[in-house]
């Protein structure tokens, strides 16, 4: 019988050696795979009300941040810039309304986002935002959110308490009826050079409310999947101690040899790959774009703890981003899917 996405998945999660090397986050060119292989994957995000958009197209929050598409990110979007709702964090209370979860349909809610989900091909992946320091800045901007968190990090911590109460009651009520196989959680807070912030000032502000939602997941024993960019590697063993498993996309300017040689299957790495170096840009070679993704799964893939996750970004109309997603798929199907058998 032959093995699922799914199963294949579960193998790299469970430390053991997969029969192909997985592929997690195929974006934003999904379908230039022409073998049209399932995802191993689906993350599901519940909407629980009703989608808002502004003049410019971008979505609305619930707390009623404005968000922009961009042209040269082929449409992904952004808080609107000089639009915050938030520029005194001691009056956080006046401005940060939390909308009523009351008389929520949890049950139906959570069937209609996994509606479309084949759970015997690909697992399920689901979580609360938790991307503290995210929303901090996407109400306050940069500047002032880190000024914030330096002059009055009790009210951060206050706001951040009552953003993580609305999450967790969310993921709570929403879990047990989604059964999802991973849980997910994030917080973009550091750059390509280092964290925006000290780790001394991770585990005062922000570690609590992360243990929080964490611990929606260990209760059922559910491996946790850490969304964090840049250069955050200072954080792991924060992350390991409250259930992280999977880290994406495990960037190139963290030292990521170093990372698997030191936890091996222990810590999945997903992603590995250099966005923006030379694969990335607009007018690589095809053989220059096939050789990156041969060197990123030949460094990371060897014993397992490893999925491929590389994407390739284009401002909009871009036909040479398209041609390069395909070659990094193609070679993908070629070289990852085949790469354990010829280890032997």
Known sequence: MTMTERENLLRVINGQEPGWVPRKGIV??????????????????????????????????????EYEPTDSTDGMQLPQPNNFILDDITKWRDVIKAPSLEGIDWRAI?????????????????????????????????????????????????????????????????????????????????????????????????????????????????????????????????????????????QVMNDLVGIKKKYGNDLILTGCWDSSGPAGWPHSTEDLVRQAVRDCIDTFAPGGGFCFWASVYGAKGDDLAKQRAFWVTDEYNKYGRTFYQKQG
């Open 110 to 250: 959570a069937e209609k986002s996994v509606e479309r989900v084949d759970r015997k091909e690909s697992c399920v992946q689901f979580g609360g935002s938790s991307g503290f320091f995210q929303t901090l800045v996407n109400f306050m901007g940069f500047t002032e959110g880190l000024i914030a968190l330096q002059e009055e990090p009790e009210e951060c911590m206050a706001l951040i308490d009552y953003i993580c109460d609305y999450q967790e009651t969310i993921a709570r009520n929403l879990i047990g009826y989604i059964k999802p196989d991973i849980y997910s959680m994030g917080d973009d807070n550091a750059t390509a050079r280092s964290p925006f912030f000290s780790i001394d000032m991770y585990r005062e502000i922000f570690k609590p409310f992360h243990v929080r939602m964490a611990k929606v997941a260990t209760e059922l024993g559910l491996p946790i999947d850490m969304h964090d960019c840049g250069r955050c590697e200072d954080f792991i063993e924060d992350w390991r101690e409250y259930g992280v498993k999977i880290w994406n996309p495990a």
């Open 28 to 65: 934003p060119y999904a379908d230039l795979d022409p073998e049209q292989h399932k995802p191993c994957c689906v993350g599901v995000m519940p909407e629980l009300f009703p989608p808002k958009v502004n003049a410019k197209g971008g979505r609305i929050d619930v707390f009623g941040v």
